[in-house]
């Protein structure tokens, strides 16, 4: 398919030299045009606007938060602007519900598709094209997309006909991350300051009872101590928690954990983690104990 990629960050670079790879016709912006030229040299177009990525059969963003979007959608050269009637915008970053109707109803009305499709799994995973996609919009739409998203992840959930509950389900994934994080830094706290060996201890829970991807991938980071580069920052993670309180309060749902983790984000960047990765979150509770983080 001839594939414009927008938003060559930590996971876009990866995404859209996957698409390469299946061999897919990418063409490629990024605001900072530098990153394109690494893309470029493995055959894939550089685009000078976001429109000029406009012109095949589907555009997709990948983008930081929802002003990035908004920038990249609804700018003078933008993606409104530039996509063909019928042709699909696949929104893969995460950002908010709100953003994602607003999506929906301007693309809509623009006689465009519109698909949301924000993914589970940090830049390694990225790569290696194993992400997990949750995907919503209409059918036909969903599956002109499918072999796009079997170029770039190892499974594709649909999740129905109306776009933002994708990214509705998307935070609630994050908020859940967050929560991992968050208690696996107190337990780790606990056991590191009786002595217990931090490795051995990640090892023990996740050969048992929580042999899961999230407890692996923080737990081996938060043993570690390493939070640079960071795969997902933390000013990425604050995002996230905002938007799903954001979306609580809308549907009246209160969340009081969501809360406790908006502040300890913000505690964490307020104190010298706005470079670090999200997991560093988990040191906080080790540096509250005095125990090394
Ligand atoms: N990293 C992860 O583990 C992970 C996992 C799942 C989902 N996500 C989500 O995926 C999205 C991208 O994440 P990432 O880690 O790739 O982020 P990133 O490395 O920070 O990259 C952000 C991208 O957005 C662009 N951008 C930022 N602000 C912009 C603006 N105002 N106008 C135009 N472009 C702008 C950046 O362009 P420049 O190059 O010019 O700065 C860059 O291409 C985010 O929504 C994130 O929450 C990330």
Not at 72 to 90: C, M, P, R, S, Y
Not at 117 to 133: C, T
Not at 160 to 183: D, M, Q, Y
Request: hydrophobic share 50%; proline share 3%; glycine share 12%.
């Amino acid at each position: 398919m001839k594939v414009g990629f927008i938003g060559l960050g930590n996971m876009g670079s990866e995404m859209a030299l996957n698409l390469l790879h299946a061999g897919h016709e990418v063409t490629a912006y990024n605001r900072t045009a530098s990153k394109v030229q690494a893309l470029v040299a493995l055959g894939a177009h550089a685009a000078a606007q976001a429109a000029d990525a406009c012109r095949g059969d589907v555009v997709i963003t990948m983008l930081a938060d929802d002003a990035a979007v908004e920038g990249v959608v609804f700018g003078e050269k933008g993606i409104i602007a530039g996509l063909g009637k019928g042709t699909i915008h696949i929104s893969m970053s995460t950002i908010s519900v709100a953003l994602s109707e607003h999506l929906a109803a301007a693309h809509a009305k623009a006689g465009q598709r519109y698909v949301s499709a924000p993914v589970f799994g940090r830049p390694e995973a990225a790569a290696e094209a194993k992400l997990f996609i949750a995907s919503a919009g209409q059918t036909d739409a969903l599956d002109a997309c499918m072999p796009l998203f079997e170029a770039m992840g190892q499974k594709t959930f649909r999740i129905g006909n109306n776009a933002p509950t994708a990214n509705l389900v998307k935070l609630s994934g994050n908020f859940l991350i967050a929560s991992v994080i968050e208690s696996l830094g107190e337990a780790l706290a606990l056991v590191s300051k009786a002595g217990v060996d931090r490795h051995q201890y990640i090892d023990l829970l996740t050969s048992s009872l929580f042999a899961s991807p999230v407890y692996k991938t923080y737990g081996g980071l938060l043993a570690d101590g390493k939070f640079t580069p960071a795969g997902f920052g933390a000013p990425l993670g604050l995002k996230d928690v905002r938007l799903t309180l954001t979306a609580a309060e809308t549907l009246r749902v209160p969340m009081p954990l969501a809360s406790l983790l908006r502040d300890r984000l913000l505690a964490l960047i307020a104190t010298g983690g706005e470079q670090l990765d999200w997991a560093a979150l988990g040191s906080l509770a080790a540096k509250d104990a005095g125990v090394g983080g």
